[in-house]
């Protein structure tokens, strides 16, 4: 299946080597963030919590309103709001995105930080939490009546909602955790499970555990990294180099003690190896203290994408990257090597298809992928070229019935298919009506795959609205650590 490809939008540029500036919630950072991300070619952006930080909800609407393909994903800790509002509101949020949403549950890894908003329960019955949460939020999205729920920490009655996502049926779930509390309590109920980058042995064993636990849930999973790219390997670990060094000097040698069990495996590989498996560097991880997402792949984007592709070999169909420098490792990222990983994961794909092998996702039973390339008429190729230019900032319209012709034309003009060849003779199709695509599709199904994908083109499954006067991101300039 396709890989998806997740970023990172925060609402100040910052990182283990960057120092905070400007105002605590920038705008037009989130905005631009988001533009950049949307340009390189991710499928999503994580959006994080953090109990010192602005609200993930406004960012997330605020970076939708500034992008038209990018996916958001929405890290929110259960427990602090009931399951049933915290469902409504990322319906409504789903709504703003246009179905962009997806939710990242976190149990969170540390008592004291908890204790920050008040919560002062024990990281088991934490997941244990979780659990119910989840539950609750996949009801309250899809329940076709009122509902009850008795649980240890949630008892509901006669919930209902009348928001629904625009996803169907439901905005999809990912959640994490590195003890066994997290893989008994989240794999039976989420739809993807997140790991931070460990060597592939210790990958592939904790991926084993977890769908076991999981059952008949179809459970995905994703895997984080923080690539490190040169144009040479020499020059791509000459940075890292640089990277730890400039950690070190803003940390100081001192020793960890955390307080989750995944920062524990990634110290304790680290203990073992600075690099395992092509170019997994674990020195990041030892530095910083290994709180999150902090052991880099390094190399050249070919190397690094090879590096991916064995995480997506083992199962991880979504792989979230991260760099130290955000702004311009996004766009060097989206320069080389998201388009090699995809490459080499369409290559592998077709290798399992006729293999007959397939890794199980939700998205195969909830949302199937459209193929349109055999019911394309020629017009279309022809259209999306002249599209890509079209200077219009007009918005054009969809229209149609069930397998009907659908017409796009700019100035709300709807152009009959039969007319379309006679326009093109006679010079009208590119001066007049800029843009016409012609296809026959069934209208419930996602529009965008006949579009081109810089058109800019929102769908909210019955009608497709092109951007042509998207901003495109400015120039980045890289922060030498």
Known sequence: MPVEVIGWIAPQVSSEIISPEGPVFDKDVIALTARVHEEAGFDRALIGYFTNAPDGFLIGAHAAAATTKLGFLLAHRPGFISPTLAARKLATLDQLCDGRLAVHLIAGGSDSDQAKDGDHIGKDERYRRTEEYAQILKATWTADAPFDFSGQYYDIRRAYSSIRCIASPRIRIYGGGGSDDAIRSLSPHIDTFMLWGEPLADTKAFMQRTREAAGQNPIT???????????????????????LSTIKKRVGERSFNPGNAGSQRLLDAAAEQDVYDSCLYMALATATGAPGN?????????????AMLAYYDLGATTLLIRGYDPLADAKEYGEELIPRLRQLVAARDTDNDHAGNQYPSADDTEHPQLDTSSRLTPCVRQSERRMRGGSSNHTPRIIGLDDQEFFIGHFGIVIPAVLVPVLDVVGLYTNVVPAVVICTIPVKHRLEEILPTDSGCITDGERVVLNHSAQRPPEIQRNNP
């Open 294 to 306: 902090s052991t880099a792949l390094v190399g050249t984007p070919e190397t690094v994408a090879n």
């Open 221 to 243: 999973f994703s895997v984080s990294t923080r690539p490190i790219l040169g144009r040479t390997e020499e020059e791509a670990w000459e940075r890292a180099r640089d990277i």
